[in-house]
């Protein structure tokens, strides 16, 4: 079965800041990936996706994403955060033909200063 | 607004009784998938249905159950209830099967075991 590893559990950064929130998955296949986002009291909503094509991939708000397939991470990335990025981040991956549904990571939670 | 849609979103019951939550997915989706999350487990996947059949089985108890009906709306029920079982229960629908499909999330029903 596949998992999924985020490197940083809490992360504080000051606004202004470069973001970099690592991801790496376990699984030889065919991969698609995800990154969804929970602000304090709300649902998971879907930042960016990677299915195939272009391994750069670009979500709302300003995040993008980089697949390399050999390193088999996915990891997260905004040039400039804002206070408002202050939430729960996690990293998603469907493996193969979805047997296994859509595995998360355990979640970074990112704290922005301002 | 994702398009799926939970009830109810609180819910707080006895230790040993049962309860049943509900989620319409998004208009047009086959697919519905149900999580747990905890803190001490963060999101774990339990199950999932496509168009009235079980697809994958994740970390489901065998004190819960799930279906999907015709109209492919699903229910999740939970029964005899333990304190641990107090968690946010999420619901989530894609077009498809999972593999190459966006998973779109509801609101979460919060389940509280007292």
């Known amino acids: 079965a596949q998992s999924v590893s985020q490197h940083n559990h809490h992360v504080i950064l000051s606004e202004a800041a470069s973001l970099e929130l690592g991801c790496n998955y376990s699984y030889g296949g065919t991969v698609n990936l995800f990154w969804y986002v929970q602000y304090p009291g709300q649902h998971l909503q879907l930042l960016l996706k990677?299915?195939?094509?272009?391994?750069l991939v670009k979500g709302i708000k300003g995040f993008e994403a980089e697949f390399i397939k050999s390193k088999f991470s996915f990891n997260l990335r905004k040039p400039s955060v804002q206070w408002s990025d202050t939430a729960e981040y996690f990293c998603?991956?469907?493996?193969?033909?979805?047997?296994?549904?859509?595995?998360f990571g355990k979640g970074t939670h990112l704290i922005i200063q301002p | 607004d994702s398009g799926v849609t939970q009830t109810p979103k609180h819910l707080i019951t006895a230790t040993g009784q049962r309860v049943t939550l509900r989620c319409s997915p998004r208009?047009?989706?086959?697919?519905v998938y149900w999580y747990q999350q905890s803190l001490d487990q963060g999101l774990q996947f339990l199950i999932q249905?496509?168009?009235?059949?079980?697809?994958a089985k994740g970390n489901i108890l065998e004190r819960f159950s799930a279906q999907q009906f015709p109209d492919l709306h699903s229910e999740l029920n939970l029964s005899s209830l333990e304190l641990g079982d107090s968690a946010l229960y999420f619901c989530?629908?894609?077009?498809?099967?999972?593999?190459?499909?966006?998973?779109?999330f509801g609101e979460g029903s919060w389940l509280t075991v007292v």
């Open positions: 998603a991956v469907i493996a193969g033909g979805g047997a296994d549904g859509l595995t």
């Open positions: 990677y299915f195939s094509g272009d391994p």
């Open positions: 989530a629908s894609s077009a498809l099967d999972s593999s190459g499909n966006t998973i779109y």
């Open positions: 208009s047009g989706d086959l697919s």
């Open positions: 249905y496509y168009n009235g059949e079980e697809r």
